[in-house]
């Protein structure tokens, strides 16, 4: 089985070498630009219910969106990481078995839904669902924005390579049909709401992972384009607000899914949340990892404080001032929080600074932060502290 994995040993090595590329690659096309941007900034922003869309094929066709569904081949997923089961890629026949255990624990999809997602078996009518909470949005936001010569096209979603090109090609079209050759056209993926991904009419009759990901159905593409093509020809005629636009739905607050099982920690006998498990060595030099272990409490329980919390913070301390600052927090590159559950509602948290080579010497400890819920108790906030450390630039430790 071939499964990608990136360039690096582990996820966090494969990030900043593929980050560091794009980097570079930006840096070196910016030093050879040879076009200014000037003009002005105009922007259309529209709601549109991604369900019903009425798409004019040609001059005497039109056809529609679906009802959002997910297709037997999303579950089985990529090469990136396969599903499980015998669900495979490419298919375009349901299997009787798995759509009654849809139907039987999910929803039937409708007969609508079944004929305009063709030839995409059902797998997950996620449209037609909306207990405890809708599974897939339909009011969607399309978004355009134009600094003088360069169009920024804010894409709802994943779209293939070839769905990219045509919609590019499009819309630099409708540029030069209202008057306007020359325009830059950049696409920029997963913007707004997230709609899985989008492929061409083609790609989607083959159903693979992206086609059965294309939730709309076969003519999604087609409709963000008419859409987008709107979007442009009244910018450049100054129309923008004769566009329909929809009201903007309510926004899901996670915060408030009462649909999840409550979180109940305990601690181990004479312990108390955030007590030290292990503990830091005595001294690290730059490059080394230095690290704590303490008993946790399940994250879950801090989602109300996540706009303002961080679950971990590296401090130095300050000689003049007599103080601790921190140094860092749960947001760098070079900290990590990893949370283990363990049996009977205890887990661990373990707190990781990965010292960069530039960090000046000096005394650090390492903090961590949560809430636990215990049975019949309301949530509580904590925090557990290392021991003290130094930090050494020296190529030998003396103890």
Known sequence: MCMASGPGRNMFESTKIIGRK??????????????????????VHQWVNMSNVIVQLNSTHSAKTCKAALGYSFAAVTMDGPGMFNFTQGAIHGDPFWDA?????????SHESVECQKPKPILIPTGEMSKPYPWHPEMIDIQTITIGSLAIVALPGEFTT???????????????AQGKPGMHVILAGLCNVYTH???????????????ASTIFGPHTLSAYIQLFREQVKAMVQDTVQDLPNLPEPDILNIINATFLFPVMDSKPLGRKYGDVLQDVKPIYR????????FVGANPRNSVENMTRFTFLTVEKYDNTLADWLIHCNDASWDTRFIWTKGNWG???????????????????????????KEFLHSIRAFNGKSSEFEVSDSEFLKF
């Open 162 to 176: 070839m769905a990219g090109r045509r919609t590019r090609e499009a819309l630099k079209n409708e540029f030069e």
């Open 286 to 293: 730059v490059g080394e990892v230095a690290s704590a272990q």
């Open 101 to 109: 255990v849809r139907d039987g624990l999910l929803a039937e999809p």
């Open 346 to 372: 205890h887990s661990t948290a373990v707190v990781e600074w990965h010292i960069p080579n530039n960090t000046e010497p000096g005394t650090y400890r390492l903090q961590y932060f949560g809430h636990h």
């Open 22 to 43: 794009i980097y570079l690659r930006v840096k070196e096309l910016s030093s050879a630009a040879f076009e200014k941007i000037t003009g002005p900034l105009i922007s």
């Open 197 to 211: 991904y989008i492929t061409t009419f083609e790609e989607y009759q083959i159903q693979r992972y992206e086609g």
